[in-house]
């Protein structure tokens, strides 16, 4: 089992910043891919980003290219998401989550574990 704790997320000014952490504990050793899935209201779980375990590879969103940044720290079993020049569009519950798999690495049926979600609002 993989417990997944987020920490982060709030409320911005368009263009403002976040930054968002999730922290993995239990099995780690089973994680592939480490990625953020965002949720808005009324609308289906899209995925976001997402980094490669064991190698350098990412894979974004391609609204948000060029604005989101993923990046990891496997000896602290945790990957984070820098979102930069934020949009009202982007205000969704974002999700962290751990995959199994790298070849389904943008898509949530490649991912087994998640985390309890946290806001993120931007609005001015």
């Known amino acids: 089992q993989v417990l997944l704790e987020e920490s982060g997320g709030g409320m911005v000014q368009p263009g403002g910043s976040l930054g968002l952490s999730c922290a993995a504990s239990g099995r780690t050793s089973s994680i592939a891919t480490m990625g953020w899935f965002r949720q808005a209201p009324g609308k289906e779980r899209e995925f976001v980003a997402a980094i490669e375990r064991s190698s350098d590879a990412t894979a974004y969103l391609n609204s948000v290219k060029g604005r989101f940044s993923v990046s990891r720290d496997n000896a602290k079993n945790t990957w984070y998401l820098q979102m930069n020049s934020l949009k009202p569009e982007d205000t969704a519950v974002y999700y962290c989550?751990?995959?199994?798999?790298?070849?389904?690495?943008?898509?949530?049926?490649?991912?087994?574990?998640w985390g309890q979600g946290t806001q993120v609002t931007v609005s001015s």
């Open positions: 989550a751990a995959g199994w798999n790298p070849q389904f690495i943008g898509n949530s049926y490649g991912y087994k574990h």
